[in-house]
């Protein structure tokens, strides 16, 4: 089992439309989790950080904790073409031996079609 | 967000030759970097962890003797590829974490081609 998994897609996403993406993760020590954008051939872009249970919200991004079903998810609502890319869930433990390195998920590949 | 370079952006080589890549934290003090790797449409790979000051950390696999690694102050860490193959080309980023939480910022890249 993959330590963070996500849906390759790609997703589909008209739009205007919200677009969701989901992200499990298999370590119940994880405490930080952070989502990532990566267009093709770029370097990821940081675009959401949350630590505890809920929702955080950055305008059209909404990024949504439930660390007891040890699920984080992405909405991203009014989509735009420019938001298709390839995004990376990733985890951060808080065990000092792991060294606060990152664990991505696969990444999930977002379409947005006019 | 807090900014990260890297320098060059592109690099073609020889075999057999050494590349040196340059990552730089801009707006902020970073103890920490790590170097990644990235093959066309694959996720990214973690090489190794940068502390300032002290040995930097490898993945498992990842050769320590080919792939060196320097953090020589708190907003420079450098990787070079040494005697490099064409297996190596490939993409490299580099990521800084901020102090002051666990978020990592990456940098642009290096795109590296071995002829």
């Known amino acids: 089992q993959k330590e963070v998994e996500q849906n390759s897609g790609p997703l589909s996403v008209p739009e205007g439309a919200i677009a969701s993406l989901n992200c499990t993760y298999s370590?119940?020590?994880?405490?930080?989790f952070f989502w990532y954008r990566q267009y093709s051939g770029k370097s990821p872009e940081l675009i959401m950080s949350i630590y505890s249970n809920g929702d955080k919200e950055d305008g059209r991004f909404t990024a949504q904790l439930n660390k007891a079903s040890q699920y984080v998810s992405l909405l991203i609502r009014d989509s735009q073409p420019s938001d298709s890319a390839t995004y990376l869930c990733a985890v951060t433990s808080v065990i000092k031996a792991a060294g606060n390195k990152l664990t991505f998920g696969g990444g999930t590949r977002v379409l947005v079609k006019p | 967000g807090a900014v990260v370079s890297q320098h060059p952006s592109r690099v073609i080589c020889k075999s057999g030759t050494s590349v040196k890549i340059e990552c730089r934290s801009l707006?902020?003090?970073?103890?920490?970097m790590f170097w990644y790797r990235q093959f066309p449409k694959q996720s990214l790979m973690l090489m190794a962890t940068s502390n300032e000051g002290s040995k930097a950390t490898y993945e498992q696999g990842v050769e320590k003797d080919k792939f060196l690694i320097n953090h020589a102050s708190l907003t420079l860490s450098t990787l070079t590829v040494t005697s490099a193959h064409p297996e190596d080309s490939s993409f490299y980023i580099c990521s800084a974490r901020v102090p002051t939480s666990y978020e990592q910022y990456f940098g642009p890249g290096t795109r590296l081609t071995v002829t």
């Open positions: 707006d902020f003090q970073a103890t920490t």
């Open positions: 370590d119940r020590g994880s405490q930080s």
